[in-house]
């Protein structure tokens, strides 16, 4: 089978996690996955942590699936921690054993409070690139994340941060946007440099009440549905960003990284968006499961979106596809007529489909939910993303720009 190019999402705990986050979309996917797992053609049902046999089908195969000199494995949850130090002690000496000359790193999205001195020093040791979840402020961040004992956990997140400084880990900050900061976005953003981040990323929960699978296991929401209490509103995320971007201009450009802004700047330089939501068509970022089932999307993680199980099939036979080719071409082909004419649509593509919950009288697809805040954000962002693509064409950086991005917003120097 040809090598391609795609990524994946290893869940090695599945939906089993160390806090019970009042927000997080994979605490329903408990009894779903269990009867899909125990209902295909492998009869394999959930495993606590992913069995070895299945981790060492995985690595192997997706290493031999890529065409790149270099592979990132990238380990989410639930709570990846919890598949202890020894698994990940497998994963690298599996890596090693299968890398074939090519360059592995692997990437780690945790909430962080089980992390201590010897995750740290692991870490370390083996160059993995770690993704803490934190909310912002501690009375932001205790609201909705709190352990299963309903305990507060900024502390112990704040600790962690503090071993992986320690032990210079690379790190990156990964803010949920809600009901409770949507309009806190300079405070947030000043509070995460204050702790020593900076590579940030800021994802909008957007999520509708009830179950949103329909009876033919797709995803669907109910006409009218709606939103939880903890969702951001359509245009807060908007907000949240653009005084995110306000103040990043100030004296953070080449020194702090936000993932959407440098998305959005590759865009205006002609390359592809960085992040999945700016995509003009999804597919490419699969999920496994901890029992070896595939599906679409960490997003789309129900029975209709499933591809097959990595001890059936190969990866790169998944990932290519009709079924994962429809779900990928689906997001491009399925726009309003507002979304097809608007100025901004090839910054956004429509965003995820995910969030397309919007009914339009007369039309056949819905509408992003939060289309007001992508206006927002990249009308806003439009000036200044001009001037940093022209003085990087000329050979400079994006810093070079900062003066004439002062100026043509009358001010005398950013500082």
């Known amino acids: 089978m040809t090598a391609a190019r795609f990524h994946m999402m290893a869940k090695p705990t599945s939906y089993r996690c ?6 997080c979309f994979y605490l329903e996917k408990e009894a779903m996955l269990d ?19 299945v981790l060492k089908r995985y690595i192997r195969d997706y290493i031999a699936s890529q065409d790149s000199d270099q592979i990132d494995f990238s380990w989410q949850g639930g709570e990846p921690t919890l598949a202890g130090i020894d698994f990940y002690r497998n994963v690298v000496k599996y890596q090693r054993q299968y890398a074939n000359g090519k360059t592995i790193t692997n990437s780690f999205q945790t909430n962080a409070v089980a992390i201590n001195k010897q995750w740290a020093q692991f870490f370390a040791d083996n160059q993995f690139l770690i993704g803490v979840s934190i909310d912002g ?9 709190i352990s299963v004992n309903g305990k507060p956990t900024f502390e112990r997140v704040k600790r962690a941060i503090e071993y992986l400084i320690e032990y210079q880990v690379e790190f990156n900050v990964l803010t949920v946007i809600n009901d409770q900061n949507w309009d806190k976005g300079a405070q947030t953003y000043q509070f995460l440099k204050s702790l020593g981040a900076r590579h940030l990323q800021f994802i909008p929960i957007v999520e509708v009440e009830g179950s949103a699978q329909g009876s033919s296991h797709h995803y669907a929401t109910a006409k009218d549905a709606p939103l939880t209490y903890f969702s951001v509103p359509s245009h807060g995320y908007g907000q949240f960003m653009t005084e995110v971007f306000d103040e990043w201009l100030k004296e953070d450009v080449g020194t702090i990284y936000v993932r959407m802004f440098d998305s959005v700047l590759a865009t205006w330089l002609g390359y592809p968006a960085s992040v999945c939501v700016q995509s003009k068509n999804c597919g490419q970022a699969m999920v496994i499961e901890a029992n070896g089932d595939v599906y679409s999307c960490d997003h789309y993680v129900y029975p209709a979106n499933r591809l097959g199980n990595v001890a059936e099939l190969s990866l790169t036979k998944m990932a290519t596809s009709k079924q994962q080719q429809r779900f990928g071409q689906a997001k491009s082909a399925k726009l309003t007529e507002q979304c097809q004419s608007c ?5 956004c593509y429509g965003g995820c489909p995910k969030h397309r919950i919007v009914q339009q009288d007369g039309q ?19 000036p200044a993303m001009h001037l940093m693509s022209q003085a990087i064409r000329q050979g400079g950086t994006a810093a070079d720009a900062l003066p004439m991005i002062a100026h043509a917003r009358g001010q005398h120097a950013f500082s």
């Open 35 to 53: 009867e899909v797992s125990g209902c295909g053609s492998t009869g394999s049902q959930q495993p606590d942590v992913m069995p070895e046999h």
């Open 18 to 23: 160390n806090l019970k986050c009042e927000y």
């Open 137 to 145: 402020t501690p009375d932001i961040h205790d609201k909705y994340r």
């Open 343 to 347: 100025e901004v649509h090839g910054l």
């Open 364 to 382: 056949k697809h819905k509408h992003n939910y939060l289309c007001p805040s992508y206006q927002k954000i990249f009308r806003h962002t439009a």
